[in-house]
């Protein structure tokens, strides 16, 4: 399988990752994914497959804020 090249993931990041398969850029209607995986050291892991081209990669969530739903 092709390694996702440095260009490919920079965008994937950049996009948030919801916009487009980082291999073959179709869009999020293409792409299948797992459940939320909450990993030891903080972050959540989630593996996804684009439909369209069959390559899989894992997206890795760190928390960036919190908000108050209520007072």
């Known amino acids: 399988m092709a390694k996702l090249s440095n260009a490919a993931k920079q965008r994937h990041l ?26 030891e050291d903080g972050h959540i892991e989630q593996d996804a497959r684009c439909m369209r081209c069959g390559r899989r990669w894992r997206d890795i969530f760190t928390l960036t804020d919190v908000r108050s739903l209520s007072d």
């Not at 293409?30 to 909450?38: A, F, R």
């Open 14 to 39: 950049e996009t948030g990752g919801q916009q487009c398969c980082p291999y073959c850029r179709r869009d999020a209607d293409h792409i299948e994914y797992g459940d939320l995986t909450p990993v």
